[in-house]
Structure formats: C-alpha cells, structure tokens
C-alpha cells in the first residue's frame, strides 16, 4: 500500500485542485496551495492510517494550509479582486459565459473564507455536512450555520447581479 | 417547530433528519415561498458545481503530478549520492535511509539517499558500520537481491523492545539491534559456508536463527512488517 501512496495522491489530484483554486481564488495561487498540500502529505505520509479516507486527510491539510499559511495570499487577492477581470477561475465558453463565471469568483472572493471553505467542500466537493465538519474540524452545527450564512451570501451578491 | 435558514438549506441539501424533513415537507405545500427559496439553494448548487467542474476535468500541471512521480527524485531536503562515492569517503558510515526512488534498476543499485548524522563520523565500538550498517538499514528481507553481499535473514521486535535484525554475511553473521546510536551488535556467529564443510567449528545459520528466536518477544516479521519498520527508521 505505502508504495502507491503516491499513487493514490494523483488520483486525487484533480479533486484536490478543484478545492485549492476555489479557496485561494485563482489558478496560480491555487497550483502554490496544491504543491503546499502535496509536500506535507508526502512529509507526513506515517500520520495517514491505512484503512481511513486518504481524500479527507489530504482536504483537511490543504484547508490546514490555506488558513494558517494562505492569509497573505487571501489578503492579496481581496485587495485586486474588483480590478481584475481575469479573474475567472472555472472553464471558459463564449464571452457570456466568461462574464457569468467570473461573478461566481467575485461573489466566492468576498465570503469569509470560513464560510467560502464551508460553501466548497459540501456544494462543490460533494462532501456531508458531517464529513466536511470533520475535514475542517468544527462541530456539524457551526459548519451548517458558516454554509448557510456563505450561500445567502452569494445568493444575495448574484442575484443583484442578475 | 419553527423553520430555519439552516433547515431550508439542509432541506435542499438532501441533509435533514426524517424528522424535521417532514415538518420542511408539510410547510412547503403552503408555502409557496419556502419552495422558491429551497429552489434558488438548488439552483446556486448546480451553478457552483458546473463553474468549477472544468478545473477537476483538466489535465493537471505537470509540476505538480511530478512531486507525486516515485521514480523522481523528491524535491526536498534529502541528498541523493552514488554509492560508490560514500563508500570513498573514508570512516564515514553511510546511513543511509531508504533506496532513492530511481527508476532503472540500475540506477537503483548505485544511488542511495543518505543522510548523515553527527554519530556517524566514526563508528562507535560494537556497533555495525560500513556496508553492514547500509545493508541493515536499507535492506528489505523480503525484497533483498539474492547476491547480497549481506543477507538480512529476519527482523523482529526484542524483549523489552527495541527492533533487530539477523543477518549473514559470507561466512560471518550476526545479530544487530537499532538504538539511537546505531546498528548495535549484539551477537556474532561464525558461520559455515554452503560448500566449506572444513571449518566444522563453525556453527549453522539455524543457530543464528535459534539465538535471535530467543531474543525476539514474538514472530518474526513478515514482509509487510518489515517495510513498515523500516519506514518508520527502524523505531520501537
């Protein structure tokens, strides 16, 4: 098993992205949070208990990382955020398409991450309530009530929008 | 029960318990609101999930698929020698971690990670230095090629702790125990080779096996066991 535990990690990989550009708000400092995350897990492979989930123990170093390491970065980015009209992190299509996408990155980049983390991991990431409480190490209730306040949040931003 | 923001959103989420579900469920064929904002939760879902959706489906950059490529050298600290040029350094007892993850064979055979540490700029008396040292600290029981100059026969726990390794080489052979110093020998068995019958003082491989059957406080390892130990370096 330890030999393709690097293995696995790539499997994951694509997943983990999705997670890391969705926090940190844009592809470049998201690549940075993912290589971050990628090292430490290497670093620290002995901690991961064969038989438990190898996904949530690499989203919750990664959401580890951006917290506790991620500020600067995040600080950055608000500071740009309304300037930048590249900042559409998603897929791109026709120019309608690029202008709708990067109001979802707008509205993402002004939530509290806690609530921008909580937002991610259930309505992105596909993660329960109970799992993604357990990934960011917080009691399910205040998860749900960071997860409620986030998605009124960008409900209230898109829809002004619109 | 009153319904909450909370509620309407675990609702959408396919995340109530029966129990307040049903009370979301009741309100909802009154209330005509209630089911346009459970609609609106669904429909900022489906939104998120297809604006990021494209960033899982694209190829990874490869910078960061290559920190995961085993048969790369890892980009931190660890120092990647030939052997051949830590065996030149002189009274210098390599210790040497773990095989370097080279991908040709015969890469495998001439780089080694090592790292040193203060202890090993000589090795202290009784304990196993040079390619003993190497062969202990890096050989695999189970994945060892089979013209090893050294052999590691088993690896197991001891009495009271504390990792060991029975191993032979040529016609000698032994017993060595990891401490924080080193590879401490703790046994030393002259052995009889497979086709030299005229050194019938010499003892067998059986009784090395005997001797660290004694010592051990339970089975030997097998070849998962030992791969463990050894990542963890050989720690008890």
Not at chain 1, 118 to 135: F, H, N, Q, R, T
Request: aromatic share 6%; with cysteine; proline share 4%.
């Amino acid at each position: 098993m330890s030999q393709s535990f690097e293995k696995h990690v790539l499997d994951l990989l694509p997943r983990l992205r999705r997670f890391a550009i969705g926090l940190a708000g844009s592809a470049a400092d998201g690549d940075d949070l993912c290589q971050m995350t990628i090292e430490r897990a290497l670093a620290r492979r002995q901690q991961w208990q064969e038989g438990t989930r190898l996904d949530s123990w690499m989203y919750r170093i990664m959401r580890n990382i951006f917290i506790d390491e991620g500020r600067a970065t995040t600080r950055r980015r608000e500071t740009f955020v309304d300037e930048d009209a590249g900042l559409s992190v998603g897929g791109d299509g026709g120019q309608e398409a690029t202008v709708e996408l990067s109001m979802v990155d707008r509205a993402m980049a002004r939530l509290p991450e806690e609530q921008r983390e909580a937002v991610l991991l259930v309505m992105v990431e596909g993660w329960s309530y109970k799992e993604a409480a357990a990934i960011v190490g917080c009691p399910v209730g205040t998860l749900n009530s960071r997860l409620v306040r986030g998605r009124d949040a960008l409900l209230a931003i898109l829809e002004d929008v619109q | 029960m009153s319904i909450t923001a909370e509620m309407i959103a675990a609702f959408a989420d396919g995340e109530l318990e029966d129990a307040e579900r049903a009370v979301v469920e009741a309100a909802l064929a009154a209330d005509p609101a209630l089911g346009r904002k459970i609609a609106a939760h669904r429909a900022l879902k489906d939104r998120l999930t297809s604006h990021y959706a494209p960033i899982a489906e694209a190829t990874v950059p490869t910078h960061l698929a290559a920190l995961l490529d085993s048969s790369r050298e890892p980009a931190n600290a660890s120092k990647v020698v030939s052997f051949a040029a830590a065996r030149q350094k002189r009274g210098l007892a390599p210790m040497v971690r773990r095989w370097a993850p080279v991908a040709g064979p015969a890469l495998a055979a001439s780089l080694i990670l090592a790292i040193w540490q203060p202890w090993q700029a000589r090795t202290p008396e009784g304990y196993a230095g040079g390619d003993l040292a190497t062969a202990l600290e890096t050989q695999l029981a189970a994945a060892q090629p089979a013209d090893a100059p050294t052999r590691i026969l088993i690896s197991f726990v001891r009495e009271g702790g504390g990792l060991c390794r029975a191993y032979r080489s040529g016609e000698t052979g032994g017993i060595a125990c990891r401490d924080t110093t080193g590879w401490k020998i703790e046994r030393r068995f002259e052995l009889q080779g497979p086709d030299k019958g005229q050194f019938r003082q010499a003892g067998s491989e059986a009784e090395l096996l005997t001797a660290a059957q004694d010592m051990a406080a339970g089975e030997a390892f097998d070849a998962e066991a030992e791969r463990a130990a050894k990542a963890q370096g050989w720690a008890n």
